[in-house]
């Protein structure tokens, strides 16, 4: 009986230390820019997932491309349609891992700066990318910031010649994530 | 599923054994085992432990370039707090010959201002140079085609507009002469519907009102019927056919079904069509009931509209 009471107790134990390393968002804020000093092409979205797992450094995004608000709305039509098509590829990934997870201390608070390095998926290429967040912990909550920036020709995002001048070819992205805990079960 | 299926296959062995305590305690194990290992399968990807959301209705967009198939309204809108100011410009008939440098030599013209009041409102003004011609209208779309949950497969949109000829004397032979005599109107509803990335297709059963005509048996009410689409040829480049068939054809006016054909070129802020069309007019009221040009005979005059969208209200602002 003894036994039974420990063993459920150690299942109860490791279930509530596994829905604490996981955390998430479903209000994620994706800013891009590519702009020009001809023309102002920013969007903002508001929307995007995240679930990060602290036990292992796992961090994943999914951004929804159409979700991304611009200020001019035709600019946000050519965006959809000839850009990054999102009737075709409708969601952009990220899925990596967080170097030096473990320093993260979510029971402390203050700022954690860590590398990060995974696959980004746009425009059905997948693609490398590397870079440095910043994980802040503040009362308990935990949230993170990133900035980096991809060329839109990896990606097979064409830039035609009319709005050469216009389009940057370097689009600069600013990610920045406010976590809940994941409650699995 | 593999690891699942190995526990549940231990636990079948093992419930077979006849020592109840330990046997709780392998239950448990097993049940400990499943978890664990259910649940590092899952992990692999993490996004999926967020539920994915039941795919929203969204609202299909971009069935035309512009909001004009060539002469007549598209199922096309402006977006709200957008304006277009739009250039429409025909030549001269292709068959005026070299004398007239194939019709070069001519030009009329329209000017006009739309604006998107909503995503589904828009009002627009232009003036026609043939007849120094006023015209306005109201767009609104009733039915918007979605694709998601409670899609709807086509768009429906309404157009009520009126014209207002601006010459000085615009008939001489007019007695007694009205100022509303000036006037027309016409009524129009749209249907299309965007099949593909590349098709787009649109019937639109128009009505034209003329407070005035010439003879007693031309029709003041006039019936026609559009057919608008689109092909697709690349990104930005498409292709566009705008024909109006007119049901009551008056015999003294010699009207012709207006037939255009034209290329969409889209270059960021603006849309260029560039189109052969055997209408002079750029209103309904004109192009619908006074077209006289025969494509069989050559009276085919060569076009260019040009659209230029200046945005007025911030669209992230304006979302309702």
Known sequence: MKKNLLILLSITFSLVASAQSKYFTRNGRVFFTASSPLEKIEAINDKSTSVIDLSNGQIEFGVLLKAFLFERSLMQEHFNENYVESDKFPKATFKGTIADV???????????????????TLHGVTKDVETTATFTVKNGALSATTDFKIEAADYNIEIPGLVKDKVAKTISINVQSIYEPLKTS | MFNQFMS???????????NSGKKNIHVWLCLV?????????????????????????????????????????????LGAGVLDFRIMHRFGRLNGGAYNLYGLDQATIRFGFDYGISKRLTAGIGRSSSKKELDGFLKYRLIWQSTGEKSIPFSVLLVSGMTMNM??????????????????????AIIGRKFSEKFSLQLTPTFVHRNYVQMNNDPNDVY??????????????????????VINKS?????????????????????????????????ERAFITETDGNWGKGDIQLGFNISRVFTIVDNRKSKQ
């Open chain 1, 102 to 120: 473990a320093s993260i201390d979510r029971t402390k608070d203050g700022t954690y700066p860590v590398k990060v390095t995974g696959k980004m």
């Open chain 2, 33 to 77: 085992l499943m978890f664990v290992f259910g649940r590092t399968g899952k992990s692999q990807d993490l996004l999926d432990l967020l539920e994915n959301e039941a795919p929203k209705k969204e609202f299909v967009k971009n069935a035309f370039k512009s909001t004009r198939v060539i002469n007549g309204h598209s199922m096309e809108m």
């Open chain 2, 8 to 18: 549940h296959s231990r636990l079948h062995k093992i419930t077979g054994q006849e």
């Open chain 2, 224 to 245: 026609a019927v559009g057919l608008g689409s689109r092909i697709k040829l690349s990104k930005r480049i498409a292709l566009t056919e705008d024909f109006y068939y």
């Open chain 2, 251 to 283: 015999a003294s006016e010699n009207f012709q079904n207006c037939l255009s054909l034209g290329i969409d070129i889209e270059t960021g802020g603006h849309v260029f069509q560039i189109q052969f069309t055997n209408a002079l007019g750029m209103n």
């Open chain 2, 167 to 188: 010459l000085k004397q615009p008939d001489v032979s007019e007695k007694p002469y009205y100022y509303s005599n000036r006037l027309g109107y016409y009524y129009q």
